[in-house]
């Protein structure tokens, strides 16, 4: 019989070869919120609560106090901690915490006894997210980009959530990238938003190409990294040119469940200094007034189209795809780039 392994400490990038893996993160539910390893699965030893009275005692009465305080809550609960980590019992499991600490190094000690296969992770989070920035840094892609580019609502993220290679930033970021882009979404923290697109470009480095749609500097809130933003401006683009009724179903498909007689005027009236007060009223009496599909039509003539159609119309595209049926548009827009491709 082969004698079991012991526990290892390893990086963030070596971890990322070890087959058969789940990350587990110990780390509270809010630490968890704000940034994680894609795909990860948080089980705390702290809520957030206790982590805050854990650090609470930390900083007032010392390391050995606090120690013993977070002994004592964790051991309320070890049975039904152990319990969900024997859930992953047939994966090769990598503990980390905040820092690679004692959170991790005693669970990591536990769960190795029990006999599962466990990793700890070399400076826990703080060790992903350095590898995050340098990652950004030196940001490059193995697979050729293309840009999707055109007016609102020409149903570019339905062609990007369609495409199996493609990198969709406004999911990543939980938002829409427009004045309304918010409405109905909860937004990510920028270092969640890196992380999802680093973890996204490693699960492409062997496609055949990646495809993203064209945005501006900020989506919602957040900032497109530089790096990225960089390569998206070098890329090849391709313009999805669809007519305006279809536009206005798009954009009431993707919208109108989530709107309301407060937030949407609240919004036009933000931009009463672009629209003008006489726009700024009908389109807010449209609304109110049920007339949804006009007040779409009226926002995309009297604001959308004047603000983007300009620079747009300054690019250079490999390809002009019109957007009847998104099915199609997709398989047009591979056609498009194999062509590029095989001249190129």
């Known amino acids: ?25 110990v780390r509270s539910p809010g630490e968890f919120r704000d940034d994680h390893v894609p795909g990860s699965v948080n089980i705390a030893l702290f809520d957030n609560e206790e982590r805050k009275e854990v650090g609470t005692i930390y900083r007032m009465a010392g390391r050995d106090e606090a120690v013993m305080r977070g002994t004592e809550i964790v051991g309320d609960k070890l049975k039904e901690l152990v319990g969900s980590f024997l859930a992953y019992g047939d994966k ?30 070399r400076n826990g989070y703080k ?32 062609i990007i959530r369609m495409a199996p290679t493609a990198i969709d930033l406004e999911e990543m970021a939980g938002h829409r990238s427009s004045v309304f882009g918010g409405i109905g979404l909860a937004q990510e923290t ?40 960089g390569l998206m401006m070098r890329a090849p683009a391709i313009y999805i040119d669809t007519p305006l009724e279809r536009r206005v179903d798009i954009i009431f498909s993707e919208y109108h469940s989530h709107c309301d007689n407060t937030n949407i005027p609240t919004i036009v009236r933000s931009l009463e200094s672009k629209l003008g007060r006489k726009n700024a009223d009908l389109l807010i009496n449209l609304y109110t007034g049920g007339h949804i599909r006009e007040f779409i039509r009226v926002m995309l003539e009297k604001y959308y189209d004047p603000l983007y159609r ?35």
């Open 310 to 344: 300009h620079s747009l119309d300054r690019k250079n595209y490999i390809a002009i795809i019109e957007n009847r049926d998104t099915g199609e548009t997709v398989l047009k827009v591979h056609e498009a780039i194999e062509s590029f491709l095989a001249h190129n």
């Open 92 to 121: 090769n499991i990598i503990v980390l915490c905040a820092r690679g600490g004692m959170r991790s190094t005693s669970l990591a000690s536990l769960l190795d006894t029990l006999g599962l296969k466990v990793y700890k992770l």
């Open 190 to 229: 920028q270092k969640m938003f890196e992380s999802r697109i680093i973890g996204r470009i490693q699960e492409l480095e062997t496609a055949p190409y990646c495809l993203i749609e064209g945005e501006s500097r900020k989506i919602g809130n957040l900032h497109l990294p530089d790096p990225l933003y």
């Open 127 to 158: 060790g992903y997210r350095q590898y995050v920035i340098e990652r950004m840094e030196s940001l490059s892609l193995s697979a050729p980009l293309f840009v999707l580019q055109g007016l609102t609502g020409a149903g570019k993220t339905e």
């Open 1 to 25: 019989m082969s004698k079991k392994q012991p526990m290892k400490e390893i990086s963030y990038n070596e971890s990322r070869s070890i087959p058969d893996s789940v990350y587990i993160d």
